[in-house]
């Protein structure tokens, strides 16, 4: 048995003598995970969208009229069959988080105001109380904690909508969240600061990657490895000197902050991926789009006082980055568990680069103010999302990994905010809701079998990523949600 | 169990308890003995995402704002600089962590910008006393006090990579990636506990307050100098500083910030245009002429482009300038395409958005949240009454679960009805013309009025404006809401710009002088 033999780290071999730089891999740096030929590791992805499937109580653009394989594709759904996907994911319609009514707040449910409650039952199963969180911890936390193993990134947090846009709106970051662990000194869980930066998520993943350099290159790059371990090692000290000089709150705020440090410290030491099969550098993807500035901004460097704030980044770029980034840490067993919010909580993300109309998300999906035609409207912001989602599908899909692919050992769900239909909130039409409530779910980890679609019949959405869960090998609820979706797996 | 008549009882006591502005404090009157303010609570304050950039624009000449494009988004309350809000995180760790290393290799690789790094000629990859020259210096100026010589030690250490990569710049850029990683670099730590602050600690205090960047060289003077201990020393510098360019960008930005434009929902060319706009009234107000404030609000001119012109109906001037209101009923800033976009809600205006933006933002005043089981995200829709806006939030508000908040809120928001999402006048509802809009509105402290002219003449004549502004620039100034131990300096500080001409420089100008602004509180304040 070799499981319990911690393999050399490559700072040992950097701290030792020098001539080992440069030398091939020894067997002895290679996790026993990555010789063992037959069990892959299983991976997880829960992906999110801050919008609705519907804008005029009546109608919607996402749920296919057929049920079971070969279903119809909607016009929300069309990427499926653009991106070649179709059989590898499944749809649930007809879902529902259960609301309060005039009365107590259901297990998994929510109280009646829409927007403050939807993140808790919807991502971790757990009724809400009238805040914008969790009240538990989320499913790619769960799953991080049964599966990530021994890899560098216990889970990858990303979010490709970079920043509010209007912050009067719905303010709180909680509305740019969608991953909360359960904090260790016990109370309300906390919630995951997503990266916002494809540049940043590149250079923590893959930057120590040399594949490709010359001996120069790679020993110039060891140095500077080296050389970052240092420059932490240094920071940390000087922090640590800090800290006692500062008051109690402050402490206790700086700690964190070395903590951090620690921990980036922790993963520039460990060993970067073996470059070998699946498992290659991707490009960089150089700086990222500017912040806040529409497609015909040229002005954003020179703009001093008020940085881009248009209500774009490219996010059609974010995402894709992102989904790029995903796939090859799964490849190369960075990590094994992502969770990727497209756009956050009532999105104030501009539709107009994707839907040639200048309106929010989060407006779209009240469509019936004055716009007219807005279930069509309303499809192309869905489909943006389904598109997101269809990508990383194919992409894990056409990347080998085992005797399959990375797609047959993944369970991804997508979930989104709203419905459509009229809900409990009383006398508005329901353009958004918690009624008909759409998911999408992909991969055969654990013996899923996508390609169909399921009515949910009111079931939970929690259901659906119960589901995913079970399938890469965490069994029971999310949650205060009672069970998964036994469709999935006939 | 929530039950709707809990969210009645919720409702109307959260208003009527609440929502009412603060009372007027006394006006100044001559002769009045000035109390000194008292020294507020602080903490460690980190950089915002504007002050980080604009700490690396100053320290090497970046100007791709790193940190507005990389770093996880402020929380605006609607400040950017709530210390109470920022967290540590995994991503504004290892963004920082890219930022750092990606700006030091582009201001080494230019030999134009390298000197602001590097100040002497290194003899060789192992020149230690350039290597110490270089992280006293540049340690000075982004650890904004000077090194301790065994600190100085530490950081040189690295310059053993220098030696060992045959470069000096290789060690360079380890030991400055490391100043911009260190936590006083990216926190400003006061670490004096109680008493006097160091006088490098009130050249932060300065810098970050009138720049929102870093100290210059002139301020490492006088703070070495010890020239900024005493209040004439700040009311100096502060001076000298408020004349610099990075000050009238500071405070375009607090406006943006306070009246709620920084982020603006229109094409980047109408958005560049709303706040040249602002900004170019903040300028003349603030900066250029010292003038009382209150003409923020009356100014009977404003300062636009074509653009803007033919949004506000007003003659095209041609290239950007000033021009006179005259023909139309605007005044102030409040008429200001910017502010007027501010509160938008589904591309139409939200008159409960914007009564709460007069009621929070002009007054100063609270209003509670609305209790989780009331609706709030839905705007009124068409029943089977009138199409028109000001009838379906009638109708909405004889809901009584609505009406208690609504009520107090409503009748502002519909005082600015005629002036669209964009700024436009308009005088019926979009695409309904059988729906008039009187654009009549009313507040308790203010009485009636019609449209944001008339709303800002009553703010600046009530009294009311002096202590509001008071309040942001005090909130803004120390980073975090303002408690009741701040209410005796809000209330003096709001007496002497009363008493002083109300010139706004000035109102920063008492803050900075007040030996409370070099000193922290006594234990447990």
């Excluded at chain 2, 507020?40 to 995402?49: D, E, H, Q, T, V």
């Excluded at chain 2, 009485?447 to 703010?459: Q, R, S, V, Y």
Aim: glycine share 10%; aromatic share 8%.
């Amino acid at each position: 048995m070799t499981m319990f033999r911690a393999p050399l780290s490559r700072r040992t071999l950097l701290r030792g003598a020098g001539v080992a730089i440069g030398l091939p891999m020894l067997e002895a740096m290679i996790p026993t995970r990555a010789r063992a030929q037959s069990a892959s590791p299983q991976r997880y992805v829960v992906m999110f969208g801050g919008h609705s499937l519907g804008c005029d109580g009546t109608t919607n653009a996402f749920a296919p009229n057929a049920v079971g394989p070969g279903y119809d594709l909607s016009p929300a759904l069309t990427p499926l069959g653009d991106l070649s996907v179709q059989n590898d994911v499944s749809v649930i319609s007809g879902l529902k988080v259960p609301w309060a009514g005039g009365g107590a707040v259901p297990a998994g449910g929510r109280p009646n105001d829409f927007h403050v409650n939807a993140s808790g039952p919807l991502l971790c199963g757990v009724r809400a109380s009238g805040a914008l969180t969790c009240n538990g911890p989320t499913s790619d936390q769960l799953v991080a904690a049964a599966i990530a193993g021994s890899t560098t990134f216990k889970s990858l947090v990303f979010r490709a909508q970079p920043v509010h846009y209007a912050p009067f709106d719905f303010p709180g970051v909680e509305a740019g969240f969608m991953s909360y662990q359960a904090n260790p000194a016990g109370g309300a869980p906390l919630g995951i600061q997503p990266v916002v930066s494809p540049q940043a998520a590149f250079n923590s993943l893959f930057s120590g990657i040399t594949t490709g350099l010359t001996p120069d290159q790679i020993a110039r790059k060891n140095l500077l490895l080296r050389g970052k371990v240092s420059v932490l090692d240094l920071v940390g000290g000087e922090t640590q000197r800090l800290v006692p000089k500062l008051g109690v709150a402050d402490q206790l705020r700086i700690s964190r902050h070395l903590d951090e440090i620690r921990e980036l410290e922790r993963r520039i030491s460990a060993m970067p991926p073996a470059v070998a099969g699946s498992c290659q550098k991707p490009t960089d993807p150089g700086m990222d789009p500017p912040v806040g500035a529409d497609d015909t901004d040229t002005n954003n460097d020179q703009r001093l006082e008020f940085p881009g704030t248009a209500g774009t980044s490219n996010e059609d770029l974010r995402a894709r980055v992102f989904c790029d980034l995903i796939t090859m840490a799964f490849a190369c067993d960075q990590s094994r568990v992502a969770s990727l919010m497209l756009t956050e909580f009532a999105s104030a993300m501009n539709v107009q680069p994707f839907a040639g109309f200048a309106a929010d998300v989060h407006f779209v999906s009240h469509g019936r103010d004055g716009l007219g035609g807005t279930v069509e409207l309303n499809g192309k912001v869905v489909s943006w999302h389904v598109k997101q989602f269809a990508y990383l599908v194919s992409r894990l899909k056409a990347t080998p990994d085992g005797a399959g692919t990375l797609l047959d050992n993944s369970a991804l769900v997508y979930v989104c905010e709203g419905g459509w239909g009229t809900d409990a909130t009383g006398g508005t039409p329901g353009s958004h809701s918690t009624e008909n409530m759409g998911a999408l779910i992909a991969g055969r980890a654990g013996g899923l079998k996508p390609g169909k679609h399921v009515a949910g019949a009111g079931r939970h959405p929690g259901q659906v990523i119960a589901s995913a869960m079970n399938a890469v090998g965490v069994p029971g609820n999310l949650g205060e949600v009672q069970g998964n979706i036994p469709e999935l797996f006939t | 169990m929530r039950t709707a008549i809990a969210a009645l009882a919720v409702v109307f006591s959260g208003c009527t308890a609440d929502i009412v502005s603060p009372s007027t404090p006394p006006p100044g009157s001559s002769g009045r003995v000035r109390s000194e303010l008292t020294a507020w609570s602080s903490g460690a304050r980190r950089l915002s995402r504007l002050e980080y950039d604009n700490a690396l624009r100053d320290l090497v000449g970046e100007t791709t704002r790193p940190a507005w494009n990389m770093l996880p988004e402020d929380t605006y309350t609607p400040f950017d600089n709530d210390y109470t809000t920022q967290n540590p995180s995994a991503a504004l760790v290892d963004g920082a962590d890219s930022i750092a290393d990606a700006v030091i290799a582009s201001a080494l690789a230019d030999p134009s910008r390298r000197p602001l790094i590097v100040p002497c000629a290194a003899s060789g990859p192992d020149d230690s006393t350039c290597f110490r020259a270089f992280v006293a210096s540049f340690g000075l100026k982004v650890l904004r006090r000077p090194l301790a010589s065994d600190e100085i030690d530490r950081f040189a250490a690295l310059q053993s990579y220098s030696v060992e990569a045959g470069d000096f710049d290789f060690g360079v850029a380890l030991a400055a990636g490391a100043l911009l990683e260190h936590p006083e670099f990216l926190y400003r730590l006061e670490l004096a506990g109680s008493g006097p602050l160091s006088d490098y600690e009130i050249a932060s205090r300065l810098s970050f307050l009138i720049w929102g960047s870093i100290p210059d060289q002139a301020l490492f003077t006088d703070a070495a100098a010890g020239m900024l201990a005493t209040a004439d020393g700040r009311r100096a510098a502060a001076t000298r500083m408020l004349a610099d360019p990075r000050a009238l960008q500071r405070w375009s930005q607090f406006h943006a910030f306070w009246l709620g434009y920084f982020t603006l929902p229109h094409s980047q060319q109408l958005n560049d245009a709303m706040h040249a706009e602002s900004q170019a009234l903040v300028q003349d107000v603030v900066f250029s002429r010292g003038a009382d404030y209150r003409e923020m609000f009356t100014s009977p001119r404003t300062f636009i482009d074509n653009v803007l012109a033919d949004q506000y109906g007003l003659a095209e001037p041609g290239s950007a300038q000033w021009v006179s209101y005259d023909g139309t009923q605007r005044l102030g800033i409040l008429s200001h395409g910017s502010v007027l976009s501010a509160f938008a809600k589904f591309t139409d205006t939200s008159p409960t958005q914007r009564g709460i933006f007069i009621r929070t933002r002009l007054l100063c005043g609270v209003v509670p949240p609305p209790p989780s089981n009331v609706a709030t995200d839905a705007p009124p829709s068409a029943g089977t009454g009138s199409p028109c806006k000001v009838d379906r939030y009638a109708e909405h508000r004889s809901n009584p679960v609505c009406a208690g908040c609504h009520n107090q809120l409503d009748p502002l928001g519909f005082g600015l009805e005629r002036y669209d999402q964009a700024g436009q006048y308009r005088t019926t509802d979009d695409g309904l013309p059988q729906c008039t809009i009187t654009g009549d509105g009313e507040t308790p402290e203010l009485g009636a009025f019609n449209g944001p002219g008339e709303l800002g003449t009553k703010l600046a004549e009530s009294g009311r404006l002096e202590a509001c502004v008071t309040k942001q620039l005090y909130r803004f100034a120390i980073g975090r809401e303002d408690t009741g131990t701040d209410d005796a300096n809000l209330a003096e500080l709001t007496a002497r710009f009363n008493e002083d001409g109300r010139r706004f420089t000035d109102l920063l100008l008492e803050l900075v002088s007040s030996d409370a602004f070099a000193h922290a509180p006594s234990q447990g304040g």
